[in-house]
């Protein structure tokens, strides 16, 4: 399944990115000042949509993985247009899903937005955003327990706001998970200051030749750039988009302490292994698909 492109096959060892325009070490925040929204990385969540049918062996699975329990699984409408879905938020101590099992068609353009972050002020977070380079999808509309709206930052990467009318209180994570969001070469640049403007976050790493096996191209380099924020933590991965499955279909990498276990788990749960363990950057990976269909990344720290 190690699929390659053309070009790649040309250019043994070729890197997917382009060259380095300016150091993104330094945030944004400076030059584009907005008010810090964020709250915590344990009021972030992965949004995962699967068919109604398959709520419970996804929501058992997940849970049955990584430990953790469900909210009271409720029928709502979570849309500003009419629209039907189950919903509950699965805690775990590794990371958080708000799982939806749409009972109608869902409405555009939900579905696309990878994340769900909590902010201190609706309305103050969506100025902000659009003040550091973000388009509004969905302007906000208020669902049944606070606000939410539907963000667009350069490269195509969608993510939720939300804010609740009754404050919530989670418990810290014991291992934040990282936001993957593949960009291109050509709005990198631009997305990582504009995110880094918003989230008032830091570039912690910016690998301009991390190995390609991280993305199914074991004899190519990619560039990565890790970022850490009030928000959690997010890897962004600069491809040319020539990605063999199901590379760019996991939003999310759980950091767990001990893979093996974890793996061990998800197999007794009827998780599926679609990417078998590997080791780079200090740490071992595996790519897995759910009851459902959603695709996650689990790593742990290399021995």
Known sequence: MRIRSYAAALLTGACLALP????LQASAAASHPTPVVAVAPQYDTTHVYVAVEDVDKFAA??????GGQSTKQVVATVTPTASSTTSQLLQTPVGTVSLFGFKTPIPYPFGAERTGYLVTDMDVATKAAVAAGA??????????IGRDTVIQWPGGVNMQLYWHTTTPNYTAFETVPENRAYVSAHKVTEFVKDFLAFSHGKVVSDDAKAPGVEIGRPNDTYRRVRIESA?????????????????GREMTGYEVKNLDETLAKAKAAGV???VEPYTADHRKAVVVQFPGGYIAEIHSAAS
């Open 135 to 144: 388009d509004v999808l969905v302007e906000p509309f208020p669902d049944p």
């Open 61 to 66: 699975s997940f849970l049955a993985t990584f």
């Open 20 to 23: 380095l325009a300016l150091p």
């Open 272 to 274: 599926t292994v679609v």
């Open 231 to 247: 928000f959690g933590k997010m890897t962004v991965l600069v491809t040319d988009g020539h990605l063999p499955w199901p590379y």
